[in-house]
T-cell receptor
Framework: AQKVTQAQTEISVVEKEDVTLDCVYE???????LFWYKQPPSGELVFLIR??????QNEISGRYSWNFQKSTSSFNFTITASQVVDSAVYFC?????????????FGAGTILRVKS | NAGVTQTPKFRVLKTGQSMTLLCAQD?????MYWYRQDPGMGLRLIHY???????AKGEVPDGYNVSRLKKQNFLLGLESAAPSQTSVYFC?????????????FGQGTRLTVV
């Protein structure tokens, strides 16, 4: 079965520091998708990004960037110049086939605390 | 644009009581899901539905039942609540079951069973 490991349980940084959240995955699928979700203190999960297994280009969106390395089965997330509003739980997830369709397999999440 | 709405947001149950969690989505999505979130374990799939009138078991289905009588609603039932079912429950929906499809989540229901 698929597995997602987020080894960092909690990270604390001071505002304006850069921070990288690690994600390592295991899968036997040749085609798969990886996702990052953000869970702010309000509780809902917010979709951030999706990446397919054939596209190893890094992606940048404002202060957010993602580094996908198939050779090391990693999909790491970097926040540049962190802000207090970035404080949240961040989940990495991997698509897994089910009997009907696909589901998301989530890592345990990383709590990010950004202090002013 | 409400997206995915869960009712209630908080609930405390006594062991053995029953309850139903309601999920409603207004995006005309075919797939709907119920996950539970526990500390250190991420989210795990309980049950899901691929369309009106169809449901299937996920990773941790025991102790739960579901129904999808209308496309926009997905109900999660606990017939006899146990302390092990204390968790945060999330409903999600997606327009398809393809592996590249992101899911849209509700705000969660925090359930405590005492």
């Amino acid at each position: 079965a698929q597995k997602v490991t987020q080894a960092q349980t909690e990270i604390s940084v001071v505002e304006k520091e850069d921070v990288t959240l690690d994600c390592v995955y295991e899968t036997r699928d040749t085609t798969y998708y990886l996702f990052w979700y953000k869970q702010p203190p309000s509780g809902e999960l917010v979709f951030l990004i999706r990446r397919n297994s054939f596209d190893e280009q890094n992606e940048i969106s404002g202060r957010y960037s993602w580094n996908f390395q198939k050779s090391t089965s990693s999909f790491n997330f970097t926040i540049t110049a962190s802000q207090v509003v970035d404080s949240a739980v961040y989940f990495c997830a991997l698509s897994e086939p089910m009997e009907y369709g696909n589901k998301l397999v989530f890592g345990a999440g990383t709590i990010l605390r950004v202090k002013s | 644009n409400a997206g995915v709405t869960q009712t209630p947001k908080f609930r405390v149950l006594k062991t053995g009581q029953s309850m139903t969690l309601l999920c409603a989505q207004d995006m005309n999505h075919e797939y709907m899901y119920w996950y539970r979130q526990d500390p250190g374990m991420g989210l795990r799939l309980i049950h899901y539905s691929v369309g009106e009138g169809t449901t299937a078991k996920g990773e941790v289905p025991d102790g739960y039942n579901v129904s999808r009588l209308k496309k926009q609603n997905f109900l999660l039932g606990l017939e006899s609540a146990a302390p092990s079912q204390t968790s945060v429950y999330f409903c999600a929906s997606s327009y398809s079951g393809r592996k590249n499809t992101e899911a849209f989540f509700g705000q969660g229901t925090r359930l405590t069973v005492v």
